[in-house]
């Protein structure tokens, strides 16, 4: 710290609070920009898929469930197709519609739970006390309809568990109606306000040619102007079915810049694309069972013989989320499980957005991808090599709020 | 809208192109839903060597998104599965192409493909821990998801006997407080010996040192 351009690096994490959950950054800042950025995973790795190999299937999809509180659904739900798929598992039609009802519910709650933390991380927290108590309506009618909250326990090799029969619609409807009446107001709240625009638009930004290079997945891609999602893609549950197209920041502003402005767009654009598929679920749903198999005995007596491997992917709320799965017809347990969780295709998008960026912008566009640490890292052991100089508890997101505080002051004056 | 194929075309194009060095391709589909719209998937197995001439390629059909590297222990090799798409954001017309590479466990190296999709360093890393492939010319091949104390040549999702041994997950409660940490920047307190009233300012004080 010599002379005035000397650089010096700044370590932040494993555990912060501008971080929601444990990843380990490493910055080298000159003055208050960031030249170099590095990360490190691994903090909240837990050996799920060592787990899971020495397990059943059907044991398998609860602790899917386990993996992410957040996207549960989706980490069950694609390893319950792989599964059906190498044993061949005829699904009931009805299933595949409760499976993607579920999946939509999950997806709103996820996308107002990221909204308010990104309101958090810039200072606006009345913002983010309104969008948490808005997402409550959502996990309500996830309680309603799986009887959780967190780790629904709804998804089963050849179907659902639960079945969502059409006396349960009209609460379904009225949560439906509650998203359609709010949603102009958090448009307007998000994308109309001055404060945020200044502090998003423009900032970490990821071009679209570098979110296809490094592979990312989800809004955070789509925000970037790449058009990927697998629902529509390559359909899986009842998508296929349905009347949807992929979001891009068009649909709200003329240009696509890939800041974390228009992952805000993406993001509450999809919870009304989410209303509009739940509705058209209800309309087209057929009549039936949800359950191939019943008797979970017979179900495993099959699935152990079943012999195959098998890429299987959903469109989790935060992207691609891909499991594969080998079977060898010898044992109970896959030879073979890898999860691949949607942060996993993200984070090295990360290296690329805060590049440039000033210290008091790192909470937001952290989060502007919505990480989900424990779905990529999915095992726990803390390097025993201490850190010095690791920023107090509260500093960095103190950062964030008082530079938009300084805008604030600056626009008004 | 990009110029789609189909999977057979795909299949077709790389058996033409590489000849006898791609095997076991197959063309698998899946459907779902009531109307049955199909996931479309190719596989094909390559030798590690054609693996960055497999995906250049695929590169001049249309860039792919690379999924994911997944790998499994098959006895005496390891197989690695190269996951990517193509043709995504029209509507149901992605294919998957998985490129399977079978590595024998007694030379376990594979050349990057950084140089191609940067984006794949993340998962070759991961490779790199958890089953213990060597990839040769990755730009960062430091460990991502263990930890630097994590012991060398052990690696957890190998079936052998360099896989996690019974002692790092069998009765870990025997295992006590770690000693070899180092020692925290702070002394810790002594613990307070509670006292008269009239003292109780040197106390809080923190007299410790």
New interface residues.
């Given amino acids: 710290m010599s002379g005035k351009n000397a650089s010096y690096e700044l370590p932040l994490g494993p555990i912060h609070p501008a971080l929601k959950e444990p990843v380990n950054f490493t910055f080298k800042m000159n003055g208050e920009v960031i030249e170099e950025v590095d990360f490190a995973p691994g903090r909240s790795h837990r050996g799920i898929e060592w787990m899971g190999m020495r397990r059943n299937p059907v044991q398998i999809l609860h602790l899917c469930d386990r993996i992410c509180g957040i996207c549960g659904v989706a980490h069950a739900l694609v390893f319950a197709q792989a599964i059906e798929t190498i044993a061949d598992v005829e699904v009931p039609d009805r299933a595949y519609y409760v499976r993607t009802i579920i999946a939509e519910f999950e997806r709103i709650q996820s996308h107002i739970l990221w909204a308010g933390v990104a309101a958090h991380e810039l200072g606006f927290d009345t913002l983010f006390y309104l969008a948490w108590q808005i997402r409550e309506e959502s996990v309500d009618v996830i309680e309603y309809i799986t009887g959780n909250r967190v780790n629904y326990g709804i998804m089963m090799v050849g179907g659902t568990r639960r079945d969502i029969t059409p006396d349960m619609f009209p609460r379904l409807e009225q949560a439906l109606q509650y998203y359609e009446g709010l949603f102009e107001k958090m448009v307007d709240l998000f994308l109309n306000d001055k404060t945020i625009a200044m502090r998003c638009k423009n900032t970490g930004i990821l071009t679209k040619r570098r979110a296809l290079e490094l592979a990312t997945v989800g809004p955070t891609s789509r925000a970037s102007g790449l058009a990927m999602d697998v629902r529509v893609d390559s359909p899986y549950a009842a998508y296929g079915d349905l009347d949807i197209d992929i979001i891009l920041p068009e649909v709200y502003s003329n240009e696509t810049v890939g800041d974390v402005y228009d992952r805000i767009v993406v993001r509450l654009f999809e919870v009304k694309q989410s209303v509009e598929i739940i509705r058209q679920c209800m309309k087209q749903m057929p009549e039936g069972p949800v359950l191939a198999e019943d008797k979970y005995a017979k179900l495993l007596m099959n699935l152990k013989k079943a012999k195959g491997e098998t890429f299987a992917r959903v469109e989790a709320p935060r992207g691609e989320d891909m499991h594969y799965v080998r079977m060898n017809g010898k044992q109970e347990a896959p030879e073979m499980w890898k999860v691949k969780a949607s942060t996993y295709s993200n984070q090295m998008a990360w290296v690329e957005i805060l590049q440039g960026e000033q210290i008091a912008d790192i909470p937001i566009i952290v989060a502007s991808i919505d990480p989900c640490m424990s779905c990529t890292d999915r095992v726990a052991v803390v390097n025993q090599e201490g850190n010095a100089g690791i920023l107090t508890k509260e500093h960095l997101h103190r950062l964030s709020v008082e530079k938009t505080r300084r805008m604030q002051r600056r626009m008004q004056s | 809208m990009r110029a789609t194929m189909t999977p057979q075309e795909i299949a077709d194009r790389f058996v033409q192109k590489f000849g006898s060095l791609v095997s076991d391709v197959r063309v698998?589909e899946?459907?779902?839903?009531?109307?049955?719209?199909p996931?479309?998937?190719v596989w094909m197995t390559v030798p590690r060597e054609s693996i960055n001439d497999a995906i250049a390629e695929l590169i001049s059909i249309d860039?792919p998104?690379?999924?994911?590297i997944?790998?499994?222990?098959n006895g005496d090799m390891i197989d690695l599965?190269y996951?990517l798409?193509v043709f995504?954001?029209?509507?149901?017309?992605?294919i998957?192409v998985?490129f399977t590479v079978k590595i024998p466990k007694s030379d376990p190296h594979v050349p990057t493909i950084s140089g191609l999709?940067?984006?794949?360093?993340?998962?070759e890393r991961e490779k790199q821990d958890m089953i213990g492939v060597t990839v040769d010319g990755i730009p960062d091949s430091r460990?991502?998801?263990?930890?630097?104390?994590?012991p060398q040549d052990v690696y957890?999702?190998r079936k052998d006997e360099k896989g996690?041994p019974p002692s790092m997950v069998k009765e870990l409660w025997k295992i006590d407080r770690p000693t070899?940490?180092?020692v925290?920047?702070v002394k810790e307190p002594e613990p307070v010996v509670k006292k008269e009233p009239e003292s109780a300012d040197q106390a809080e004080g923190g007299v410790t040192e």
């Fill in positions: 698998q899946r459907c779902e839903g009531v109307k049955k719209v996931q479309k998937t860039y998104h690379l999924g994911v997944a790998a499994s222990d599965l996951h798409q995504f954001g029209g509507k149901h017309e992605e998957c998985v999709i940067p984006g794949a360093v993340y998962s460990r991502i998801f263990l930890p630097d104390d994590f957890p999702w996690i070899d940490r180092p925290p920047p």
